[in-house]
Protein backbone atom coordinates (compact mmCIF):
# COMPACT_ATOMS: atom_id res chain seq x y z
CA UNK A 1 0.00 0.00 0.00
CA UNK A 2 2.66 2.10 0.12
CA UNK A 3 4.45 4.46 -2.24
CA UNK A 4 6.16 4.63 -5.55
CA UNK A 5 7.93 2.83 -8.25
CA UNK A 6 11.62 2.75 -6.88
CA UNK A 7 14.64 0.23 -7.27
CA UNK A 8 17.07 -0.31 -10.48
CA UNK A 9 14.18 -1.09 -13.35
CA UNK A 10 11.76 2.18 -12.23
CA UNK A 11 15.22 3.88 -13.14
CA UNK A 12 15.69 1.76 -16.40
CA UNK A 13 12.12 2.90 -17.15
CA UNK A 14 12.95 6.39 -16.85
CA UNK A 15 16.01 6.69 -18.83
CA UNK A 16 14.95 4.62 -21.49
CA UNK A 17 11.77 7.63 -22.23
CA UNK A 18 15.12 9.59 -22.91
CA UNK A 19 13.89 13.33 -23.72
CA UNK A 20 10.11 12.35 -23.56
CA UNK A 21 10.78 11.85 -19.89
CA UNK A 22 10.74 15.27 -19.20
CA UNK A 23 7.31 15.74 -21.22
CA UNK A 24 4.20 15.21 -19.57
CA UNK A 25 0.67 15.15 -20.87
CA UNK A 26 -2.45 15.72 -18.33
CA UNK A 27 -6.13 14.15 -19.48
CA UNK A 28 -8.84 14.82 -17.00
CA UNK A 29 -11.34 12.60 -17.20
CA UNK A 30 -15.21 13.03 -16.69
CA UNK A 31 -18.06 13.69 -18.96
CA UNK A 32 -19.50 16.25 -16.61
CA UNK A 33 -15.91 18.90 -17.84
CA UNK A 34 -17.09 18.50 -21.23
CA UNK A 35 -20.69 20.27 -20.25
CA UNK A 36 -21.03 24.25 -19.19
CA UNK A 37 -21.29 23.46 -16.10
CA UNK A 38 -18.41 21.87 -14.69
CA UNK A 39 -14.55 23.18 -15.60
CA UNK A 40 -10.96 21.47 -15.00
CA UNK A 41 -8.84 22.95 -12.46
CA UNK A 42 -6.86 20.06 -11.61
CA UNK A 43 -4.82 19.76 -15.09
CA UNK A 44 -3.52 23.89 -13.78
CA UNK A 45 -2.71 22.87 -10.46
CA UNK A 46 -0.69 19.86 -12.08
CA UNK A 47 1.46 21.85 -14.54
CA UNK A 48 2.53 24.66 -12.14
CA UNK A 49 4.08 21.64 -9.81
CA UNK A 50 5.48 19.99 -12.81
CA UNK A 51 6.99 22.66 -14.00
CA UNK A 52 8.37 23.24 -10.71
CA UNK A 53 10.72 20.18 -11.74
CA UNK A 54 11.17 21.06 -15.11
CA UNK A 55 8.78 19.03 -16.54
CA UNK A 56 7.60 20.70 -19.89
CA UNK A 57 3.46 19.86 -19.68
CA UNK A 58 2.85 19.65 -23.72
CA UNK A 59 -0.82 18.37 -24.09
CA UNK A 60 -4.25 18.39 -21.94
CA UNK A 61 -6.97 16.92 -22.78
CA UNK A 62 -10.63 16.44 -21.77
CA UNK A 63 -12.33 12.65 -22.32
CA UNK A 64 -15.48 11.76 -21.20
CA UNK A 65 -16.20 8.34 -18.44
CA UNK A 66 -15.68 6.36 -21.73
CA UNK A 67 -13.70 3.27 -21.70
CA UNK A 68 -13.03 3.27 -25.49
CA UNK A 69 -12.42 7.31 -25.24
CA UNK A 70 -9.87 6.48 -22.47
CA UNK A 71 -7.88 4.38 -23.72
CA UNK A 72 -7.78 6.71 -27.33
CA UNK A 73 -6.20 9.23 -25.69
CA UNK A 74 -3.95 7.55 -23.36
CA UNK A 75 -2.23 5.96 -26.56
CA UNK A 76 -2.22 9.33 -27.84
CA UNK A 77 -0.65 11.10 -25.15
CA UNK A 78 1.57 8.46 -24.60
CA UNK A 79 3.10 9.44 -28.02
CA UNK A 80 3.99 12.89 -26.94
CA UNK A 81 5.26 12.37 -23.57
CA UNK A 82 6.68 10.48 -21.63
CA UNK A 83 4.46 11.25 -18.44
CA UNK A 84 0.79 10.57 -18.53
CA UNK A 85 -1.11 11.73 -15.65
CA UNK A 86 -5.35 11.23 -15.15
CA UNK A 87 -7.34 12.95 -13.06
CA UNK A 88 -11.09 11.60 -12.56
CA UNK A 89 -12.84 8.66 -12.80
CA UNK A 90 -11.74 6.62 -9.75
CA UNK A 91 -14.93 6.62 -8.23
CA UNK A 92 -17.75 4.31 -6.76
CA UNK A 93 -20.14 4.90 -9.38
CA UNK A 94 -20.99 2.96 -12.73
CA UNK A 95 -19.18 6.21 -14.83
CA UNK A 96 -16.45 5.60 -12.87
CA UNK A 97 -14.39 3.61 -15.86
CA UNK A 98 -10.80 5.19 -15.73
CA UNK A 99 -8.87 1.84 -13.96
CA UNK A 100 -10.56 -0.55 -16.17
CA UNK A 101 -9.96 1.79 -19.26
CA UNK A 102 -6.09 2.14 -18.72
CA UNK A 103 -5.30 -1.56 -17.29
CA UNK A 104 -7.42 -2.62 -20.57
CA UNK A 105 -5.11 -0.36 -23.05
CA UNK A 106 -2.25 -1.24 -21.44
CA UNK A 107 -2.71 -5.18 -21.67
CA UNK A 108 -2.91 -5.41 -17.52
CA UNK A 109 -5.38 -6.88 -15.36
CA UNK A 110 -7.23 -6.49 -12.13
CA UNK A 111 -7.45 -7.73 -9.11
CA UNK A 112 -9.27 -7.38 -5.69
CA UNK A 113 -7.25 -6.23 -2.94
CA UNK A 114 -8.94 -8.10 -0.13
CA UNK A 115 -7.15 -6.48 2.28
CA UNK A 116 -7.65 -2.65 1.29
CA UNK A 117 -11.35 -3.87 1.15
CA UNK A 118 -11.40 -4.84 4.67
CA UNK A 119 -9.60 -1.53 5.33
CA UNK A 120 -12.29 0.18 3.24
CA UNK A 121 -15.21 -1.38 5.67
CA UNK A 122 -13.31 -0.70 8.58
CA UNK A 123 -12.96 3.39 6.97
CA UNK A 124 -16.84 3.56 6.85
CA UNK A 125 -17.67 1.76 10.01
CA UNK A 126 -15.72 4.64 12.13
CA UNK A 127 -17.89 6.98 10.73
CA UNK A 128 -21.23 4.89 11.77
CA UNK A 129 -22.01 4.61 7.96
CA UNK A 130 -22.62 1.30 5.85
CA UNK A 131 -20.41 1.44 2.69
CA UNK A 132 -22.33 0.87 -0.29
CA UNK A 133 -21.52 -2.61 -2.31
CA UNK A 134 -20.30 0.17 -4.94
CA UNK A 135 -17.33 1.23 -3.14
CA UNK A 136 -15.77 -2.38 -3.82
CA UNK A 137 -14.64 -1.54 -6.92
CA UNK A 138 -12.51 1.06 -5.33
CA UNK A 139 -10.14 -2.12 -4.12
CA UNK A 140 -9.82 -3.23 -7.47
CA UNK A 141 -6.14 -2.77 -8.61
CA UNK A 142 -3.85 -2.56 -11.61
CA UNK A 143 -1.83 -5.69 -11.41
CA UNK A 144 1.88 -4.42 -11.92
CA UNK A 145 1.23 -1.02 -10.88
CA UNK A 146 2.12 0.64 -7.84
CA UNK A 147 -0.69 1.77 -5.73
CA UNK A 148 -0.70 5.37 -4.74
CA UNK A 149 -2.60 5.36 -1.14
CA UNK A 150 -4.71 7.98 -0.90
CA UNK A 151 -5.11 9.21 2.74
CA UNK A 152 -8.16 11.69 2.27
CA UNK A 153 -10.65 9.25 0.04
CA UNK A 154 -11.62 5.77 -0.89
CA UNK A 155 -10.02 6.22 -4.20
CA UNK A 156 -6.20 4.97 -4.75
CA UNK A 157 -4.01 5.95 -7.20
CA UNK A 158 -1.57 4.35 -9.39
CA UNK A 159 2.13 4.97 -10.98
CA UNK A 160 2.22 2.24 -14.09
CA UNK A 161 5.46 2.31 -16.29
CA UNK A 162 4.55 -0.04 -18.86
CA UNK A 163 5.68 0.39 -22.61
CA UNK A 164 8.44 3.25 -22.72
CA UNK A 165 6.00 5.98 -20.96
CA UNK A 166 4.61 6.16 -17.62
CA UNK A 167 1.08 6.63 -16.22
CA UNK A 168 0.20 8.04 -12.93
CA UNK A 169 -3.79 7.74 -12.54
CA UNK A 170 -4.92 10.03 -9.72
CA UNK A 171 -8.49 10.55 -8.50
CA UNK A 172 -10.43 13.63 -9.70
CA UNK A 173 -11.02 15.14 -6.02
CA UNK A 174 -8.72 18.03 -6.15
CA UNK A 175 -7.62 17.67 -2.46
CA UNK A 176 -6.98 14.29 -2.23
CA UNK A 177 -5.13 14.34 -6.17
CA UNK A 178 -3.06 17.27 -4.69
CA UNK A 179 -1.79 15.33 -1.44
CA UNK A 180 -1.28 12.20 -3.80
CA UNK A 181 1.32 14.30 -5.46
CA UNK A 182 2.82 16.03 -3.15
CA UNK A 183 3.85 13.20 -0.97
CA UNK A 184 3.87 10.54 -3.40
CA UNK A 185 4.89 11.41 -6.82
CA UNK A 186 6.45 14.92 -6.95
CA UNK A 187 9.45 13.97 -4.57
CA UNK A 188 10.54 11.10 -6.93
CA UNK A 189 9.95 13.44 -9.57
CA UNK A 190 12.14 15.71 -8.28
CA UNK A 191 14.83 13.39 -7.09
CA UNK A 192 14.86 12.33 -11.16
CA UNK A 193 15.50 16.05 -11.95
CA UNK A 194 18.06 16.76 -9.29
CA UNK A 195 18.55 20.30 -8.54
CA UNK A 196 17.42 21.41 -11.79
CA UNK A 197 14.30 23.76 -11.56
CA UNK A 198 11.93 25.34 -13.91
CA UNK A 199 11.10 29.07 -13.36
CA UNK A 200 8.59 31.34 -14.82
CA UNK A 201 7.66 34.62 -15.23
CA UNK A 202 5.13 37.35 -16.02
CA UNK A 203 4.91 40.43 -17.51
CA UNK A 204 1.74 41.96 -18.05
CA UNK A 205 1.32 45.22 -20.57
CA UNK A 206 -0.98 47.60 -20.78
CA UNK A 207 -2.09 50.13 -23.81
CA UNK A 208 -0.48 48.22 -26.80
CA UNK A 209 -2.13 45.54 -28.63
CA UNK A 210 -1.09 41.66 -29.31
CA UNK A 211 0.72 42.53 -32.82
CA UNK A 212 1.79 45.59 -31.62
CA UNK A 213 3.63 43.92 -28.73
CA UNK A 214 4.40 40.96 -31.43
CA UNK A 215 6.52 43.58 -33.89
CA UNK A 216 8.10 44.86 -30.99
CA UNK A 217 9.74 41.96 -29.41
CA UNK A 218 10.12 39.81 -32.26
CA UNK A 219 13.76 40.68 -32.12
CA UNK A 220 14.35 39.68 -29.04
CA UNK A 221 12.40 36.30 -29.49
CA UNK A 222 15.20 35.17 -31.78
CA UNK A 223 17.75 35.82 -28.97
CA UNK A 224 16.08 33.83 -26.41
CA UNK A 225 14.88 30.99 -29.38
CA UNK A 226 16.20 28.18 -26.38
CA UNK A 227 13.59 29.20 -23.76
CA UNK A 228 10.05 29.61 -24.40
CA UNK A 229 8.19 33.01 -24.62
CA UNK A 230 4.30 33.19 -25.45
CA UNK A 231 2.58 36.19 -26.38
CA UNK A 232 -1.10 35.93 -24.87
CA UNK A 233 -3.93 38.57 -24.98
CA UNK A 234 -5.95 39.41 -22.36
CA UNK A 235 -8.85 41.79 -21.87
CA UNK A 236 -7.01 45.31 -21.54
CA UNK A 237 -3.48 43.93 -21.38
CA UNK A 238 -0.62 41.53 -23.15
CA UNK A 239 1.10 39.20 -21.00
CA UNK A 240 4.71 37.83 -21.91
CA UNK A 241 5.13 34.20 -20.22
CA UNK A 242 8.99 33.80 -19.94
CA UNK A 243 10.25 30.16 -18.90
CA UNK A 244 14.08 29.23 -17.75
CA UNK A 245 15.06 25.97 -17.19
CA UNK A 246 18.47 24.98 -15.12
CA UNK A 247 19.83 25.63 -11.77
CA UNK A 248 17.78 27.36 -9.23
CA UNK A 249 20.37 30.43 -9.46
CA UNK A 250 21.07 29.74 -13.09
CA UNK A 251 17.23 29.70 -14.10
CA UNK A 252 16.40 32.88 -12.14
CA UNK A 253 19.63 34.95 -13.98
CA UNK A 254 17.62 33.68 -16.88
CA UNK A 255 14.59 35.08 -16.13
CA UNK A 256 16.50 38.58 -15.25
CA UNK A 257 18.48 38.68 -18.63
CA UNK A 258 15.43 38.28 -20.57
CA UNK A 259 13.06 40.26 -18.85
CA UNK A 260 15.55 43.19 -19.09
CA UNK A 261 15.44 42.85 -23.04
CA UNK A 262 11.86 42.85 -23.01
CA UNK A 263 11.62 46.13 -20.66
CA UNK A 264 14.37 47.56 -23.45
CA UNK A 265 12.13 47.23 -25.97
CA UNK A 266 8.48 48.07 -24.00
CA UNK A 267 9.80 50.22 -21.23
CA UNK A 268 7.06 51.66 -19.21
CA UNK A 269 4.46 49.76 -21.01
CA UNK A 270 4.99 47.03 -18.73
CA UNK A 271 3.55 47.48 -15.43
CA UNK A 272 4.15 44.32 -13.68
CA UNK A 273 6.20 41.31 -13.50
CA UNK A 274 4.53 39.80 -10.53
CA UNK A 275 0.99 38.95 -10.49
CA UNK A 276 -0.38 42.65 -9.55
CA UNK A 277 -3.07 43.70 -11.51
CA UNK A 278 -3.37 47.07 -13.47
CA UNK A 279 -5.30 48.45 -9.97
CA UNK A 280 -2.87 47.14 -8.01
CA UNK A 281 -0.32 48.03 -9.84
CA UNK A 282 -1.40 52.12 -9.83
CA UNK A 283 -1.87 52.10 -6.01
CA UNK A 284 1.66 50.48 -5.88
CA UNK A 285 2.46 53.84 -7.62
CA UNK A 286 0.21 56.07 -5.93
CA UNK A 287 1.25 55.21 -3.13
CA UNK A 288 4.78 55.41 -3.44
CA UNK A 289 4.58 58.74 -5.18
CA UNK A 290 2.36 59.83 -2.51
CA UNK A 291 -0.40 61.06 -4.58
CA UNK A 292 -4.24 60.73 -4.33
CA UNK A 293 -6.92 59.79 -6.73
CA UNK A 294 -10.73 60.19 -7.68
CA UNK A 295 -13.21 59.45 -10.43
CA UNK A 296 -15.79 60.05 -11.94
CA UNK A 297 -17.74 57.27 -13.70
CA UNK A 298 -20.55 57.57 -16.34
CA UNK A 299 -20.91 54.60 -18.88
CA UNK A 300 -18.75 52.42 -16.00
CA UNK A 301 -21.22 52.63 -13.32
CA UNK A 302 -18.65 52.22 -10.80
CA UNK A 303 -16.46 49.27 -11.95
CA UNK A 304 -13.30 51.45 -11.84
CA UNK A 305 -14.04 52.65 -8.17
CA UNK A 306 -14.23 48.86 -7.68
CA UNK A 307 -11.11 47.70 -9.10
CA UNK A 308 -9.17 50.78 -7.34
CA UNK A 309 -11.15 49.30 -4.03
CA UNK A 310 -10.70 45.51 -4.55
CA UNK A 311 -7.19 46.75 -3.66
CA UNK A 312 -6.11 45.80 0.13
CA UNK A 313 -4.99 49.23 1.80
CA UNK A 314 -6.79 51.58 -1.28
CA UNK A 315 -7.74 53.96 1.37
CA UNK A 316 -4.21 55.06 1.34
CA UNK A 317 -4.70 56.61 -2.53
CA UNK A 318 -7.94 56.46 -3.35
CA UNK A 319 -10.42 59.03 -1.79
CA UNK A 320 -13.80 58.80 -3.53
CA UNK A 321 -15.62 58.59 -6.88
CA UNK A 322 -19.06 59.81 -8.48
CA UNK A 323 -21.03 57.87 -10.17
CA UNK A 324 -22.50 60.44 -12.78
CA UNK A 325 -25.20 58.47 -14.63
CA UNK A 326 -27.52 60.90 -15.30
CA UNK A 327 -26.90 64.24 -16.65
CA UNK A 328 -28.53 66.01 -13.88
CA UNK A 329 -26.21 64.13 -11.53
CA UNK A 330 -23.13 65.47 -14.05
CA UNK A 331 -24.15 68.92 -13.85
CA UNK A 332 -25.47 68.68 -9.87
CA UNK A 333 -22.20 66.21 -8.29
CA UNK A 334 -19.41 67.44 -10.60
CA UNK A 335 -20.59 70.94 -11.64
CA UNK A 336 -20.72 69.61 -15.77
CA UNK A 337 -22.34 73.29 -17.22
CA UNK A 338 -25.75 72.50 -19.05
CA UNK A 339 -24.61 74.63 -22.09
CA UNK A 340 -21.83 71.84 -22.44
CA UNK A 341 -23.94 68.91 -22.35
CA UNK A 342 -26.68 71.15 -25.10
CA UNK A 343 -23.63 72.13 -27.50
CA UNK A 344 -21.67 68.46 -26.96
CA UNK A 345 -23.48 66.02 -25.70
CA UNK A 346 -22.79 63.52 -22.44
CA UNK A 347 -20.35 61.43 -24.73
CA UNK A 348 -17.78 64.51 -25.58
CA UNK A 349 -14.25 65.29 -24.43
CA UNK A 350 -15.50 68.20 -23.15
CA UNK A 351 -18.03 66.83 -20.61
CA UNK A 352 -15.39 64.64 -20.02
CA UNK A 353 -13.14 67.39 -18.79
CA UNK A 354 -15.04 68.98 -16.45
CA UNK A 355 -16.10 65.57 -15.26
CA UNK A 356 -12.57 64.63 -14.25
CA UNK A 357 -12.41 68.97 -12.88
CA UNK A 358 -15.38 68.49 -11.00
CA UNK A 359 -14.21 65.23 -9.20
CA UNK A 360 -10.85 66.41 -8.53
CA UNK A 361 -12.71 69.37 -6.84
CA UNK A 362 -14.87 68.07 -5.44
CA UNK A 363 -12.65 65.27 -3.16
CA UNK A 364 -9.57 67.05 -3.23
CA UNK A 365 -7.58 65.17 -4.44
CA UNK A 366 -4.07 65.13 -6.40
CA UNK A 367 -5.88 63.65 -9.78
CA UNK A 368 -9.28 62.22 -10.77
CA UNK A 369 -9.77 60.74 -13.79
CA UNK A 370 -13.42 60.65 -15.56
CA UNK A 371 -15.25 58.29 -18.31
CA UNK A 372 -18.14 59.00 -20.38
CA UNK A 373 -19.44 56.82 -23.41
CA UNK A 374 -21.89 54.52 -24.80
CA UNK A 375 -21.81 50.34 -24.00
CA UNK A 376 -24.56 49.44 -26.01
CA UNK A 377 -25.87 47.73 -27.15
CA UNK A 378 -28.50 51.06 -27.96
CA UNK A 379 -27.66 54.66 -27.94
CA UNK A 380 -25.34 54.81 -30.68
CA UNK A 381 -25.33 56.90 -34.21
CA UNK A 382 -22.88 57.35 -37.11
CA UNK A 383 -21.41 60.30 -35.25
CA UNK A 384 -20.96 58.40 -32.08
CA UNK A 385 -21.25 54.37 -32.47
CA UNK A 386 -21.76 52.21 -29.74
CA UNK A 387 -18.22 51.80 -28.43
CA UNK A 388 -17.37 55.57 -28.39
CA UNK A 389 -15.57 56.43 -24.79
CA UNK A 390 -14.41 60.01 -23.68
CA UNK A 391 -11.81 60.30 -21.14
CA UNK A 392 -9.86 62.82 -19.19
CA UNK A 393 -7.71 63.60 -16.59
CA UNK A 394 -7.43 66.58 -14.40
CA UNK A 395 -4.58 66.71 -11.98
CA UNK A 396 -3.60 69.89 -9.57
CA UNK A 397 -1.09 72.12 -11.33
CA UNK A 398 -0.90 70.24 -14.69
CA UNK A 399 -2.46 70.36 -18.19
CA UNK A 400 -5.49 67.89 -18.36
CA UNK A 401 -5.54 64.62 -20.87
CA UNK A 402 -8.90 64.33 -23.03
CA UNK A 403 -8.93 60.95 -24.94
CA UNK A 404 -10.87 59.11 -27.20
CA UNK A 405 -10.99 55.58 -27.87
CA UNK A 406 -13.83 52.79 -29.97
CA UNK A 407 -13.76 49.67 -28.72
CA UNK A 408 -15.49 47.08 -29.62
CA UNK A 409 -17.30 43.88 -28.39
CA UNK A 410 -20.65 43.70 -25.97
CA UNK A 411 -21.64 45.75 -23.30
CA UNK A 412 -19.46 43.95 -20.87
CA UNK A 413 -16.47 44.10 -23.10
CA UNK A 414 -16.18 47.82 -23.40
CA UNK A 415 -17.25 48.98 -19.82
CA UNK A 416 -14.23 46.55 -18.62
CA UNK A 417 -11.93 47.93 -21.58
CA UNK A 418 -12.83 51.62 -20.44
CA UNK A 419 -12.43 50.86 -17.18
CA UNK A 420 -8.29 49.58 -18.32
CA UNK A 421 -7.75 52.08 -20.53
CA UNK A 422 -8.72 54.61 -17.29
CA UNK A 423 -6.95 52.94 -14.85
CA UNK A 424 -3.83 53.00 -17.66
CA UNK A 425 -3.98 56.60 -18.19
CA UNK A 426 -3.32 57.22 -14.17
CA UNK A 427 -0.72 55.45 -14.40
CA UNK A 428 1.20 56.50 -17.63
CA UNK A 429 0.68 59.71 -16.05
CA UNK A 430 2.18 59.36 -12.35
CA UNK A 431 5.21 57.00 -13.35
CA UNK A 432 6.49 59.44 -15.44
CA UNK A 433 6.01 61.86 -12.74
Known sequence: ?????????????????????????????????????????NSLWLTARL???????????????????????ISFASSAAGLVFTTGGLGPTADDRTVAAVAARLGMTLARNEEYLARM???????????????????DFIVGAEVLHNPRGTAPGFWIRRQNAEYVILPGVPSEMREIMEERVLPELRARAGSKVSRRRVLRISGMGESAVEELVTPIYA??????????????????????VGEPEQALRRLDDMEADFRQALGFRIFSRDGEDLAASLGSLLRERGRTLAVAESCTGGMIAKLLTDVPGSSEYFLGGVVSYADSAKRDLLAVKE???????????????????????RFGSDLAVAVTGIAGPDGGTPEKPVGTVHFALAERGAEEIARKREFIGDRAAVRLASCLYALDLVRRRVAHE
Open 1 to 41: MTGLPGGAAGREGADAAGPRAARAAIIAIGSEMLSPLRQDT
Open 51 to 73: EEVGIAVVRKSIVPDDPHAIGEE
Open 121 to 139: RERFERRGIRMAATNEKQA
Open 223 to 244: RWKEDPVTILASPGEVQLHLRA
Open 339 to 361: ETLRAHGAVSEEVAREMARGARE
